[in-house]
């Protein structure tokens, strides 16, 4: 039974240069910033940069995992507060993601907050999944 404070299981994904192409075409999202280091940093980002889209996936991927179906979620929403920069590595970027049950509606439905972190830094605001239990 799931409870008010519960916590999910935590996620670490590792994001390369390699993710940010597959990501780009499939979302037809092939702005320099995501692929570009003389580009990004002319922009003044430090690098390279994972797009917000798919840091916020990634996240949304905690909530499906623990929940096993992706046709619970209700709602799902999140503030974009800092970038993920990629480096031009094999090992690219970590973000650890965890969540804990917020709240358990008498309607059945549980609402998550989601924590997604890069080098230690929050990097998703208010992410937050209304989700169906039953």
Do not use: C
């Not at 999202?29 to 570009?36: G, Q």
């Amino acid at each position: 039974m799931t409870a008010v404070g519960d916590e999910l299981p935590p996620l670490s994904v590792q994001v390369t240069r390699k993710d940010l192409v597959r990501y780009a075409g499939a979302a037809l999202d092939f702005n320099p910033i995501h692929w570009n280091e003389p580009f990004a940093k002319e922009v003044g980002l430090p690098d390279v940069i994972a797009h917000g889209m798919l840091t916020m996936a990634l996240a949304g991927r905690l909530v499906t995992q623990w929940v096993g179906d992706p046709g619970k979620i209700l709602q799902y929403g999140v503030r974009f507060t800092r970038p993920v920069v990629v480096p031009n590595d094999d090992k690219g970027a970590t973000v650890e993601l965890s969540g804990k049950v917020r709240a358990i509606n008498e309607d059945g439905t549980a609402k998550i907050d989601i924590t997604a972190k890069f080098e230690g830094k929050t990097v998703l605001g208010k992410a937050q999944a209304l989700l169906r239990l039953s």
